[in-house]
């Protein structure tokens, strides 16, 4: 079993790291699919985006049985946010080649983000981040890959549309190299927002930053 980090956040969330070494035969004797699995798989062309899917799953498969309950399986919302089959407690879920990640928690939102930091987000930074935001990150790739994958945990923590990530969604600035929480805010309206406490971790060359 490919699990390279697990960690407990507190008695009622945790999160997984997954590294895909598997094929899609592999995969496939260790999740039962259903014909919406089955559709969700056909529109998936890339066979490392197919090997991303099924680990994706399989990753939440381990945080649920950590807690002693069975998988059934995912399904989405009209937003595309993944819930648990049979489940009332809440998952997010992401990956980026090699990795997949997965976060529960039994009784609120989740939201949990994998990136590797990259030159291109230089390119895009002014579209996704607020002033305040540029003036603190700069071009420094790993700031900006974190702030990225904070504001993606938000937007799914949310999991409705009408969002934009440079006017809704508020990180302030925070230590690259200490393991102190990110604070954050949805911001809905004027003396309107929700505030959030997230935390990030490299693995490998990849981040991977998740809410509290």
Same mark, same amino acid.
């Given at each position: 079993?490919?699990?390279?980090?697990?960690?407990?956040?507190?008695?009622?969330?945790?999160?997984?790291?997954?590294?895909?070494?598997?094929?899609?035969?592999?995969?496939?004797?260790?999740?039962?699919?259903?014909?919406?699995?089955?559709?969700?798989? !056909?529109?998936?062309?890339?066979?490392? =985006? =197919?090997?991303?899917?099924?680990?994706?799953?399989?990753?939440?498969? #381990?945080?649920?049985?950590?807690?002693?309950?069975? +998988?059934?399986?995912?399904?989405?919302?009209?937003?595309?946010?993944?819930?648990?089959?049979?489940?009332?407690?809440?998952?997010?879920?992401? #990956?980026?080649?090699?990795? !997949?990640?997965?976060?529960? #928690?039994?009784?609120?939102?989740?939201?949990?983000?994998?990136?590797?930091?990259?030159?291109?987000?230089?390119?895009? !930074?002014?579209?996704?981040?607020?002033?305040?935001?540029?003036?603190?990150?700069?071009?420094?790739?790993?700031?900006?890959?974190?702030?990225?994958?904070?504001?993606?945990?938000?937007? =799914?923590?949310?999991?409705?549309?009408?969002?934009?990530?440079?006017? #809704?969604? !508020?990180?302030?600035?925070?230590?690259?190299?200490?393991?102190?929480?990110?604070?954050?805010?949805?911001?809905?309206?004027?003396?309107?927002?929700?505030?959030?406490?997230?935390? +990030?971790?490299?693995?490998?060359?990849?981040?991977?930053?998740?809410?509290?």
């Amino acid at each position: 079993m490919p699990i390279i980090k697990y960690e407990q956040i507190n008695a009622k969330s945790s999160w997984v790291i997954w590294r895909i070494d598997e094929t899609i035969e592999d995969f496939l004797q260790k999740v039962t699919l259903d014909e919406c699995d089955r559709n969700d798989l !056909a529109r998936i062309r890339h066979t490392d =985006k =197919k090997r991303e899917w099924f680990s994706s799953r399989l990753a939440v498969k #381990h945080l649920l049985g950590a807690r002693q309950l069975k +998988f059934n399986g995912i399904k989405k919302d009209q937003f595309n946010k993944p819930f648990l089959k049979d489940h009332s407690s809440h998952i997010s879920i992401s #990956h980026s080649f090699p990795y !997949a990640a997965a976060i529960i #928690h039994a009784e609120k939102p989740v939201g949990i983000d994998i990136e590797q930091p990259r030159t291109k987000i230089l390119s895009i !930074a002014k579209k996704f981040l607020n002033e305040k935001e540029r003036d603190f990150a700069g071009d420094d790739l790993d700031i900006l890959s974190i702030l990225w994958s904070a504001k993606e945990v938000l937007y =799914k923590i949310h999991g409705r549309k009408r969002l934009t990530f440079k006017h #809704h969604l !508020a990180i302030q600035p925070f230590e690259k190299n200490h393991d102190h929480p990110i604070s954050c805010s949805i911001i809905f309206g004027e003396d309107h927002f929700q505030s959030y406490q997230l935390k +990030f971790q490299k693995i490998n060359a990849h981040y991977v930053v998740f809410n509290l």
